[in-house]
């Protein structure tokens, strides 16, 4: 059986939220996708984005081929318009099947799987990253660095053939549990916090969700914060 629990908030100095997230345990698809800030309609190109991944997969389609194809219908949307600038977003992306799990992401929306502890098993495409793995900045380091939140790769800004999607699948256990979210989260709460949270089952997953959302307002919330957290039981 699959529970989930989600949820998005605006944050504490934001006017939107350019965040989105979809949640469909019978198809066992769980998205987050976060509209890129300062680029036009960065909450339009977000919901492209998720619309796009959800009839794919509906359609049969595999969650890697889905993510590719929302991405170049996304480019599509602004490919003839020159009065605004790229329509950009991230995603972090989960396809459960009866016995495995699939993950795809680009850009810094990250996917955690929890299973005795929480590992992040997907890849930051961020500057500060690429320095992190160059040996330029230690973890610390880049958890402060000023271009922390330039992106190397967003869907509806890197083009189709440089597209360079992040991917992972494995084995679906009893007890594992995916925690999708935007970076208003991982800015604000700490991934042993987090960890803590995700890890209380004496919650429900909303209830999981609901003090994640909780525990980044009350560290400021700069920023749109969305978390969506699914539990195989």
């Not at 984005?49 to 993510?67: N, P």
């Not at 890849?123 to 793995?133: G, K």
Request: aromatic residues 4%.
């Amino acid at each position: 059986m699959i529970e989930s629990g989600h949820g998005t908030h605006v944050g504490l100095r934001r006017t939107r939220n350019e965040d989105t997230y979809h949640a469909d345990a019978p198809l066992g698809l769980f998205l987050v996708a976060d509209g890129m800030g300062g680029h036009q309609h960065g909450e339009v190109a977000a919901a492209l984005v998720r619309d796009a991944v959800v009839d794919l997969v509906s359609a049969g389609h595999d969650l890697i081929d889905a993510v590719h194809g929302a991405g170049k219908h996304l480019l599509a949307q602004t490919r003839d318009r020159f009065d605004v600038l790229p329509m950009g977003t991230t995603i972090a992306a989960l396809h459960l099947s009866a016995d495995t799990y699939e993950v795809a992401w680009v850009g810094d929306s990250r996917i955690y799987l929890w299973k005795d502890d929480l590992r992040q098993i997907s890849h930051d495409h961020s500057l500060v990253q690429a320095l992190v793995e160059a040996g330029q900045l230690d973890q610390s380091q880049a958890s402060r660095h000023p271009q922390r939140n330039v992106l190397t790769q967003a869907l509806g800004v890197t083009a189709a053939e440089q597209l360079h999607l992040g991917m992972a699948r494995g084995r679906l256990e009893p007890g594992m549990a995916f925690l999708l979210c935007s970076d208003g989260l991982t800015e604000c709460v700490e991934d042993t916090s987090i960890a803590h949270i995700v890890a209380r089952t004496d919650l429900a997953s909303q209830e999981c969700v609901d003090q994640l959302l909780l525990n980044a307002l009350d560290a400021g919330a700069d920023d749109n914060v969305t978390a969506v957290l699914v539990r195989a039981s």
